[in-house]
């Protein structure tokens, strides 16, 4: 059997039917970008958000860059995030002229809160948690660490769609969230794509001009910006796919339960607070034994990735930050031990199944 890590066709041919639909509908439309069809969209991901507002925007890096851009965060402030971590979420900080800051993590792989006070100095503007894996970070206890300051947390979504905090939606949580609609994530376009999920009113309307060349009207701007809108087609694909998240939501939770039943007794599995709701876009188990496992999975037909095999603090982008080996000892250990089983809603049981059994069978090869 084979068991690829992704499934990009199936997901498509999942929805196809509906897909070329648009796709003609669209094309005769003659609008490509913005438009009604986007309007709709941002309404439908701010009711899946629990949010009063979403802005779409061209990646989900963008929609990071340009929150901070909102709030004015540039030269000389600071952003706290975390060293375990997909790029961007340092990218977009550094991007801006802000200086990133990390804070370890704990073993749910989010942002330790009890090592946050320390990072914290008169120069930080905000703290970009990570939902890492699609498992909401404890929003609470790092809201208890800032306090009264004014910083404010920028949720990094990105992975998380749909996940729940103590019964909140993620992207509702803090000042706003940042979401990617890359096609690897758990709503995937057929391109990349973004959106920010926010309560603020006056946050909304400057991301509406900020995506747009800072454009008020037609023909003034009145804040020099980029290009970051996204085309109709894809607006029309997302209010497709939308549709289907909740149903493919419950295929990644049922997939991580086989997984979590089948593994407990052999390997670290994901840690989920009781009061919230994973939605699991990497199944991450840790072991110390991590690359001889890779290998013989990767022989049997099963392909894992790690994420993150580099800490973010250790890439050679982030060597003007002055950082060294050690500084962040749990993210590094993890990056040693940690690697994602296959996990997308078209897995089927019986190669969640043969992922398992491969893998029990490696333990009993190993224990005699
Ligand atoms: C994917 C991702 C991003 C960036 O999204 P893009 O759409 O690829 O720009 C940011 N943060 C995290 C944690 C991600 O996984």
Redesign the pocket.
Known sequence: MQVPFVNLGAQFQAVESELVAEFVRLGRSGQFILGEEVEKFERQLAQYCDTRYAVTVA??????ILVMKALNIGPGDEVITVPN??I??AG?ISVVGAKPVFVDVGDDYNLDPAKLEAAITPFTKAVVP?H?TGNPADIDAIAKVIGERDIVIIE?A??AIGATYRGKKVGSLGLAG?F???P??NLSLLG???FISTDDESLYLALKQLRNHGLENRDHSIQWSVNSRLDTIQAAFGNVKLAHLPEWTERFRAIAARYTEKLAPLVSCPKVRTEDAAVFHNYVIRVPERDALMAYLKEQGVDTKIHYPIPLHLMEAARPLGYKRGDFPETEKQAKEIMSLPIYPELTDNQVDYVCQKITAFYQKAGG
């Open positions: 990646n989900g890096t963008d929609a990071l971590s997909f961007a979420s977009a990570v890492l990094d990105a992975q940042g990617s609609l890359h690897l994530k990349d794509a973004g």
